[in-house]
């Protein structure tokens, strides 16, 4: 049997403002790791629409993990350092504004992997961001 998030215990659901609030460090980067994670195989699957709820998610979760300072940015950097690629990808993308340099490394690593969705994202990232027509959030 596969490692999966839910396998694991983790269910990538969306959490309200409030949850999200009173999250520990430590919750809120399980929760992305299993929204990125479920993201990608949704992706992979062709379920656009839990791909897309999970994005929301991954957008909700980055911003309270971002609202808290270094210490949220710590923790994005340390997923860039993740097992797995999505995670390491999304992790990449939301660091560019704070750690341009370590996530263009990221992004780079993932634009020369196995061909796929993760890849493309990894592409286009970079060209986007380069070119300088990428909103750093």
């Given at each position: 049997?596969?490692?999966?998030?839910?396998?694991?215990?983790?269910?990538?659901?969306?959490?309200?403002?409030?949850?999200?609030?009173?999250?520990?460090?430590?919750?809120?980067?399980?929760?992305?790791?299993?929204?990125?994670?479920?993201r990608a195989a949704a992706i992979e699957a062709g379920r656009h629409r839990k791909a897309n709820r999970e994005f929301d998610n991954?957008?909700?979760?980055?911003?309270?993990?971002?609202?808290?300072?270094?210490?949220?940015?710590?923790?994005?950097?340390?997923?860039?350092?993740?097992?797995?690629?999505?995670?390491?990808?999304?992790?990449?993308?939301?660091?560019?504004?704070?750690?341009?340099?370590?996530?263009?490394?990221?992004?780079?690593?993932?634009?020369?992997?196995?061909?796929?969705?993760l890849r493309l994202v990894a592409e286009l990232t970079l060209v986007e961001w380069r070119a300088g027509r990428m909103r750093a959030?």
């Amino acid at each position: 049997r596969f490692w999966s998030p839910r396998n694991a215990g983790f269910r990538s659901e969306a959490m309200n403002e409030g949850a999200l609030v009173v999250a520990t460090d430590p919750q809120l980067r399980a929760a992305f790791r299993a929204a990125a994670i479920e993201r990608a195989a949704a992706i992979e699957a062709g379920r656009h629409r839990k791909a897309n709820r999970e994005f929301d998610n991954l957008v909700s979760i980055s911003r309270e993990l971002l609202a808290r300072g270094v210490p949220g940015q710590r923790i994005m950097v340390e997923m860039m350092a993740d097992e797995h690629p999505a995670v390491r990808l999304t992790a990449a993308i939301k660091s560019l504004a704070f750690a341009p340099e370590q996530a263009e490394e990221v992004l780079v690593a993932a634009s020369r992997g196995t061909a796929g969705p993760l890849r493309l994202v990894a592409e286009l990232t970079l060209v986007e961001w380069r070119a300088g027509r990428m909103r750093a959030e």
